[in-house]
Nanobody, 124 residues
Framework: QVQLVESGGGRVQAGGSLRLSCAVSGGTFGRYAMGWFRQGTSKEREWVGY????????RYADSVKDRFTISRDNARNTAYLQMNSLKPEDTATYYC?????????????????WGKGTVVTVSS
């Protein structure tokens, strides 16, 4: 059974930074494309970005480009989301997601496995 567990969420002031981690167990992490999504109150789940299985391809939503960085450590079965210059509008529950097939995670339809989420709150 594949499990994704996020950690690293919390409360931070605007302009601050947080680093989220997503530890994957029970599957073949090195073959998965890993993505991050977020969902604020009363909003749809929004795509944040993804990294392909090798780490050679990384894409970001325009709303986080140049502020967020996605990486992965295949030896540790873990993906990361480094968030800098945080804004109040970044407040959301952040979810990591895995796609067993293919090289990308850009839509919820491509997700085979979800984490349960970690809450990020950015105060002004």
């Amino acid at each position: 059974q594949v499990q994704l567990v996020e950690s690293g969420g919390g409360r931070v002031q605007a302009g601050g930074s947080l680093r989220l981690s997503c530890a994957v167990s029970g599957g073949t992490f090195g073959r998965y494309a890993m993505g991050w999504f977020r969902q604020g109150t009363s909003k749809e789940r929004e795509w944040v970005g993804y990294i392909n299985w090798s780490g050679e391809t990384i894409r970001y939503a325009d709303s986080v480009k140049d502020r967020f960085t996605i990486s992965r450590d295949n030896a540790r079965n873990t993906a990361y989301l480094q968030m800098n210059s945080l804004k109040p509008e970044d407040t959301a529950t952040y979810y990591c997601a895995a796609n067993r097939f293919g090289d990308m995670v850009q839509t919820t339809a491509q997700v085979a496995y979800w984490g349960k989420g970690t809450v990020v709150t950015v105060s002004s």
